[in-house]
């Protein structure tokens, strides 16, 4: 791992464990057990420090997601829950605070996010058309709109308005986010399928 590799995983685990603004470069260097002026070799501030942490890390989350996505052996549903267990792993290893410092002070870093939700848009229309050729999910869907109601729904998840921290894990949001989704647009048969799944889930908990 390069320096620069080192210096961008540290500080994206720190970001995301205490929040960006709570995070100094000081904090970054002395974790790293370096000075803050190597630091400086490969940034030119924080902010680009942050830009460049998050867009390694949604890279890496891409190919993570998009590798599950393109698994034959996968269902639609199948689909669906293994990406959501990479996401509810990361949503609670993450502190709030971090998006919320993201959406507030560092903008363009924000679009970052977003430009990364147009990847999920297209991933999520495929995931509904096959569904729907699958038998899954209902004929009658709308894929536009069903693939807007998933993206604009998953970014309500960060909503520390509606989701305050100190009452909602944003993991335990997702989840349930998941049921409605996947219950919304499923066939019979794939309520069914889904069902098995969970059932599996529950039993899986219960032996551990």
Partial sequence: MSELQKILKTSTELFFRYGIKSVSMSDIASELGISKKTIYQFVENKEDLVSKSLDVYMQENSKQIEAIFRDTDNNAIDVLVQVAR?????????????????????????????THQEIINVLIARNIKEGIEQGLYRSNIDIDIVTK???????????????????????????????????????DEGKA????????????????
């Fill in 86 to 114: 990479i996401n509810s792993s990361i949503l609670r290893k993450i502190n709030p605070s971090a998006l919320y410092d993201l959406r507030k002070y560092y903008k363009a870093c924000w679009e970052q996010v977003e």
């Fill in 149 to 187: 109601f998933y993206v604009s729904q998953i970014e309500g998840i960060t909503d520390t308005i509606h989701f305050p921290a100190e009452q909602y894990n944003m993991a335990d949001v997702y989840v349930e986010f998941l049921y409605y989704h996947i219950y919304g647009i499923a066939s």
């Fill in 193 to 208: 399928y889904f069902n098995k799944i969970i059932q599996e889930v529950k039993e899986q908990k219960n032996e551990a």
